[in-house]
């Protein structure tokens, strides 16, 4: 339910995961194109806002209500329990996950959140037997074309980098779109990806927590 999504997150404090476990290392994200693409990022979105009492409405919105009053929200009979999973030994995500399960649990969602091996993690991933994962994307290139987290080409159970099972005719049109402009002007392409970035915005395949600001010396 894309309410449920968008409660979670309204529920995360960004600027405190920014502050507190980036050490200032970092910038909130609206969407999925990278600010250093900057003919391609939309000039009006903006990131989910921190809003504890909005993640609540939408929630009960979506029906699920705590009404045993033992603080976890319940539909149809069902506990809203979610597993949260990261990779152990990277300290910067395991903070992250602690940071998550306090929060959601704020809201009424009793997170089980593990550090576990990378291996086991990847593999969980990739058969897509899994609640929410935390992992950080880098090496993404210096253009916004990535069909490979949003294309139906790419959901593949066993493989493929669109784990989340994404699909959305809309986006698959745009992304095609994209990247076969006749000449391929930035100008001309930017328009595709506003609006690409708009409908991820919306639909919350992933929950975008922060950039990272690198600082490397020579």
Known sequence: DVRVRQAIAHAIDYQSIIDDIMLGQGYSMAANVLPVIEWAVHPDLQPYTYDLEQAQALLEEAGWVDGDGDG?????????????????????????GVY??????????????????FGTMLEQMDAQ???????AWTGL???????????SNFDVVGSGFNNTSFQNERVEEL?????SVPGCAPADRAPYYHEIQEIIHEELPYIFLRGRVSNDFY
Do not use: C, H
Not at 129 to 135: A, F, K, Q, R, V
Not at 175 to 179: D, K, R
């Open 175 to 179: 992304l095609v779109q994209g990247y």
């Open 141 to 151: 290139g210096s253009d916004p074309n990535d069909e490979s987290f949003w294309s």
């Open 100 to 117: 998550m399960q306090d929060q959601l649990g704020q809201i009424g969602i009793n997170v089980d959140f593990q550090a576990i091996d």
């Open 129 to 135: 037997t899994y609640d929410m994962y935390i992992i």
């Open 72 to 96: 976890v929200r319940e539909k149809d009979g069902m506990p809203m329990n979610l597993s949260l999973i990261t990779n152990a030994g990277n300290t910067t995500r395991e903070d992250i």
